[in-house]
């Protein structure tokens, strides 16, 4: 079976969380999901579980950080095709997002730009070209 990972974040608003990630590119999964949880499905190994306050502290007795005011996670999301590192980031924006909470990065071979989403999270959306990537970053 092919490992598969889940991000567990939680909310303050599961309406505009979820609309934020569909831009993202993930499609909402009913069958897990409620009026509490959102789950998100990017990959067959790639999901993104949005979860109330409410809900993410019944897995947890930690409290809850802010992530607007403090960096807890920083997590890359690739794609096909450098132009489609735009498009998402765009349209993410116009979902609730903030565009470019970090600089934007281009080495060339790869190429990347951030968006953060309503909760403060941010995800950085990045293509890279396979092949010259396997050569290391120019200069080494």
Not at 18 to 33: D, K, V
Not at 37 to 44: A, D, L
Not at 112 to 119: C, F, M, T
């Amino acid at each position: 079976m092919e490992k598969m990972i889940f991000v567990n974040l939680p909310v303050r608003d599961l309406t505009a969380a979820t609309s934020f990630y569909e831009a993202l590119g993930g499609t909402r999964n009913p069958g897990f999901s409620d009026e509490q949880t959102s789950c998100m499905i990017f990959s067959g190994a790639i999901g993104v579980m949005l979860l109330t306050h409410e809900r993410y502290a019944t897995f947890t007795s930690r409290p809850i950080g802010d992530a607007r005011t403090e960096s807890q996670t920083l997590i890359a999301l690739s794609v096909e095709t450098r132009d489609e590192v735009d498009q998402i980031v765009e349209k993410a924006a116009h979902a609730g997002g903030k565009a470019d909470p970090n600089p934007m990065q281009d080495h060339g071979f790869m190429y990347s730009r951030s968006v953060e989403d309503p909760d403060g999270y941010v995800w950085e959306i990045l293509w890279m070209d396979q092949a010259a990537a396997a050569g290391g970053p120019p200069g080494e």
